[in-house]
């Protein structure tokens, strides 16, 4: 499944295979299948990789990290109307305006017959300089011919499209093309010459590609069923996956002069989180005599809510009127592997909650197992300055502060720091953070 399908084509994907009579066991996302047939797991030391996956209809673009055991995507791009069918309509616009004809004015026949000649003629053109074939057109047989450099120059607007998903990637996972280890090629439209030349152009290195593009994410699937069913002659190791798209609630904005403006996104899972995750924001009424708050629940990355794709809603009673500063809410997202979203408000005043599941297969889990998955998840519904750890590393750097008259402002410094990098509630920045002020503090202890 491409990794940037959103949670309705997942869903599509999923009962397609059911239909099919397939026992879906679980989606595999195409970069991690695409890493498992390319062995990259085996790898000694693992590192980072980047999938350029382009097939018939779709791209997709993931950073894959794999170590220890555990393969991990940081980061999802990609263009879901952007494919192998696209530059073969370059080359049909081409054979129209060469020949003088309306493809939309040809015999179903012959209009079938176009498009499997000119896409053999697409793929002649990965080995060959310059390919000739022979069209009917309107019960007349004319001959039409392209080289690869006319079809290069014809098709630059779809290889510029190529490089927005690419840099997203990048920039999601906060890496640069230096940081990458090997860049894998996977798709049948990777064949052509064009699409690698302008990878290997974007990322500065030559891709693998030794496995038939066609084959990869099929191969890989079939190593990953393998690792499901424990098979002996495979080493277990971990996928993770990432959610492919922000998901948030609506909110207003004050402007310089005060005025609000509703209706604008507030990001709480922001995309390319390693799943599962909870995340929570704290929402305040608009108005002192506000007396409900309502939670419009969207997916997508458009700042203004309702440009994005919206899965449900949640309506909440305040507590009686009074002060807004008072009277706010606290929203938390929890979201796993499963597709299974649940959204939890909390109100302040009151300590009531409220609960919406948003479910990827509507009816597929009862509500016990809804439940049990929810029940697994509870441990990640901690706010970070809750945790055991953080709090442990905030008293040491307090302690420190009171034995130590020289570092006094430097450790305080430390402390605000730690507490805005916790507020984030991104654990992976918060590890790394934690890490250096440990290290920073037994600097401290050694003086």
Not at 46 to 60: A, I, K
Not at 331 to 352: C, H, P, S, W
Not at 367 to 386: C, D, M, N, Q, Y
């Amino acid at each position: 499944m491409p990794a940037y399908f959103s949670d309705a084509q997942r869903t599509a994907t999923r009962v397609a295979g059911e239909l099919a009579g397939i026992k879906v066991e679980r989606l595999i996302n195409e970069p991690t299948a695409a890493a498992l047939a390319y062995g990259l797991q085996a790898r000694e030391g693992g590192g980072r990789f980047l999938v350029f996956d382009l097939g018939g209809g779709t791209l997709d673009v993931s950073i894959i990290e794999i170590f220890e055991g555990v393969v991990e995507v940081h980061a999802s791009a990609g263009d879901n109307y952007l494919g192998g069918e696209d530059f073969l309509q370059v080359i049909v616009d081409a054979a129209a305006r060469t020949l003088g004809f309306d493809p939309s004015a040809l015999a179903v026949g012959e209009r079938a017959q176009l498009l499997r000649r000119l896409e053999a003629l697409k793929i002649a053109l990965t080995g060959q300089r310059e390919v000739a074939t022979d069209l009917t057109i309107n019960g007349e047989s004319r001959r039409f011919s392209m080289d690869e450099p006319t079809f290069a120059s014809l098709a630059e607007p779809l290889v510029l499209r190529l490089r927005q998903p690419l840099e997203r990637a990048l920039r999601d996972a906060n890496i640069r093309p230096d940081d990458l280890n090997e860049v894998v090629l996977v798709g049948g439209a990777t064949r052509m010459p064009l699409v690698s030349r302008a990878v290997s152009r974007l990322t500065g290195r030559l891709p693998l590609r030794h496995i038939d593009p066609d084959r990869a994410i099929a191969l890989g699937a079939a190593v990953a069923a393998g690792m499901k069913a424990r098979d002996a002659k495979l080493e277990e190791i971990i996928l993770t996956d990432v959610c492919p798209y922000t998901l948030g609630t609506d909110v207003a904005k004050r402007d310089q002069n005060g005025t609000a403006h509703l209706g604008f996104l507030l990001p709480i899972i922001n995309r390319n989180s390693t799943v599962p995750i909870s995340r929570e924001e704290t929402i305040w009424p608009l108005t002192d005599d506000q007396t409900q708050l309502a939670f419009n629940i969207y997916q997508g990355e458009h700042p203004i809510a309702d440009k994005n794709v919206k899965l449900g809603e949640l309506t909440v009673d305040l507590a009686r009127p009074g002060p807004r500063q008072e009277r706010g809410a606290t929203i938390r997202f929890t979201y796993d592997v499963n597709g299974i979203l649940q959204v939890e408000v909390t109100v302040a005043k009151t300590g009531k909650r409220h609960e919406l599941i948003l479910e990827q297969r509507p009816g597929v889990l009862t509500k016990a197992e809804i439940a049990e998955r929810l029940a697994a998840l509870a441990s990640l519904k901690v706010h970070p300055r809750g945790k055991q750890e953080n709090l442990a590393m905030i008293a040491r750097a307090e302690r420190l502060y009171e034995e130590q008259l020289d570092h006094r402002e430097r450790l305080q410094a430390m402390i605000v720091e730690f507490r805005s990098v916790l507020e984030s509630q991104d654990e992976r920045v918060i590890a790394r953070t934690r890490q250096q002020l440990a290290e920073a503090l037994d600097g401290i202890e050694r003086a």
